[in-house]
């Protein structure tokens, strides 16, 4: 049985070595431990906010997206996009949504698994959550250029303004119209998660090779 399980989940720690390392192997463990904790954390922050400059709007309309929820100027935001033949912020992403907080919390188990195997395995565990992230800001740099560029051209406006491509991070330009792009905490937390597991790797590593070296010799 013991031997099943280690060929799973990588050699155990000898009692011994344990106490003579501890630190070795007690470092890819607190780094995965608290990158699964800050995207945890992440849940319930804001992930991205965005910033529209208009003529008639000075101080500008700013929208809060959290994983499963848009905050702020919405339904200002909406009413103006109208003119131009923008669908609704909220039909954005709908499947995404759905299921971005499970998906997460799949993310947060999955790096805590990681800190019970011992061998290559942990870094496929940890795969997802490291390139969380990206695929997070991808998948919105998708939908900002299905909305930009699926203009109703019927819409009173859709003369005025061509069909454009927001920009997901920075400053961008639409017609007389500025928009401000940035990451919210949600974000930065599920960044220095990527990071986190990324530097608990190279240590994971360092600690275990040798023991599943040794298994295998």
Same mark, same amino acid.
């Given at each position: 049985?013991?031997?099943?399980?280690?060929? =799973?989940?990588?050699?155990?720690?000898?009692?011994?070595?344990?106490?003579?390392?501890?630190?070795?192997?007690?470092?890819?463990?607190?780094?995965?431990?608290?990158? +699964? $904790?800050l995207?945890?954390?992440? =849940?319930?922050?804001?992930?991205w906010?965005?910033?529209?400059?208009?003529?008639?709007?000075?101080?500008?309309?700013?929208?809060?997206?959290?994983?499963?929820?848009l905050?702020?100027d919405?339904?200002?935001?909406?009413? $103006?996009n109208?003119? =131009?033949?923008m669908?609704?912020?909220a039909?954005?992403?709908?499947?995404?949504?759905?299921?971005?907080?499970? /998906?997460?919390?799949? $993310?947060?188990?999955?790096?805590?698994?990681?800190?019970?195997?011992?061998?290559?395995?942990? %870094?496929?565990?940890?795969?997802?959550?490291?390139?969380?992230?990206? =695929?997070?800001?991808?998948?919105?740099?998708?939908?900002? +250029?299905?909305? /930009?560029?699926n203009?109703?051209?019927? +819409?009173?406006?859709?003369?005025s303004?061509?069909p454009?491509v927001?920009?997901?991070l /920075?400053?961008?330009?639409?017609?007389?119209?500025?928009?401000? %792009?940035?990451p919210?905490?949600g974000?930065?937390?599920?960044?220095?998660?990527?990071?986190?597991?990324?530097?608990? $790797?190279?240590?994971?590593?360092?600690?275990?090779?040798?023991?599943?070296? +040794?298994?295998? /010799?």
């Open positions: 049985m013991t031997e099943n399980v280690e060929k =799973i989940l990588g050699p155990r720690v000898p009692a011994e070595e344990m106490r003579a390392n501890r630190g070795r192997y007690l470092l890819p463990t607190a780094l995965f431990l608290l990158a +699964a $904790l995207l945890l954390v992440s =849940i319930f922050q804001p992930y906010h965005m910033t529209l400059f208009a003529p008639q709007y000075p101080k500008g309309l700013t929208v809060h997206a959290y994983l499963n929820d905050e702020g919405v339904s200002e935001l909406d009413g $103006l109208h003119y =131009i033949g669908r609704p912020l039909e954005a992403a709908s499947f995404e949504k759905s299921i971005s907080v499970i /998906g997460v919390a799949v $993310l947060v188990l999955l790096v805590l698994a990681a800190v019970f195997v011992h061998n290559r395995w942990a %870094a496929l565990l940890a795969l997802p959550a490291l390139l969380f992230p990206v =695929i997070f800001l991808l998948d919105l740099q998708f939908w900002l +250029a299905n909305f /930009g560029t203009l109703d051209p019927t +819409a009173a406006l859709s003369s303004v061509k454009f927001p920009k997901v /920075g400053e961008g330009l639409i017609a007389q119209f500025k928009t401000v %792009a940035k919210g905490v974000l930065w937390l599920a960044m220095l998660a990527s990071l986190l597991i990324l530097i608990g $790797l190279y240590f994971h590593r360092r600690a275990y090779k040798p023991l599943v070296e +040794a298994a295998k /010799g």
